[in-house]
């Protein structure tokens, strides 16, 4: 089983180059923020606990939301675009909380099976 920190290795909290890309006319390259999200994901090595993977692969999927979510804020001008970014960070930061304790939980749990 793979520990919560390696989860959080995978999904940065948004330091990664596809964080930073801009296409030629500016703004934010959503699509390499999705390819590397993608990656991350492919590349992730599956513990066979469905719900270890299940946290692990949804908190990449999150964390990318709200790096998507920050470069709205950053670059988008649309009001109703901005809210749901917003709204979209808050969820997504409490319910990567939420996996993380769960994570720890279950990393607990597996060293004491040891």
Do not use: W, Y
Request: a positive charge; proline letters at 4%.
């Amino acid at each position: 089983m793979l520990h919560p920190a390696s989860a959080q290795q995978a999904a940065p909290h948004g330091h990664s180059a596809a964080n930073q890309a801009a296409p030629a006319g500016g703004g934010t390259d959503m699509k390499a923020m999705m390819k590397d999200m993608n990656d991350k994901m492919s590349s992730m090595p599956m513990t066979g606990n469905t719900d270890v993977d299940f946290s692990m692969m949804t908190r990449i999927h999150h964390q990318r939301a709200i790096d998507m979510a920050q470069a709205e804020l950053r670059d988008g001008k649309a009001p109703q675009m901005r809210k749901m970014a917003s709204q979209i960070i808050s969820a997504q930061k409490k319910e990567i909380a939420e996996m993380d304790k769960f994570l720890a939980k279950e990393h607990q749990g597996a060293t004491k099976k040891k």
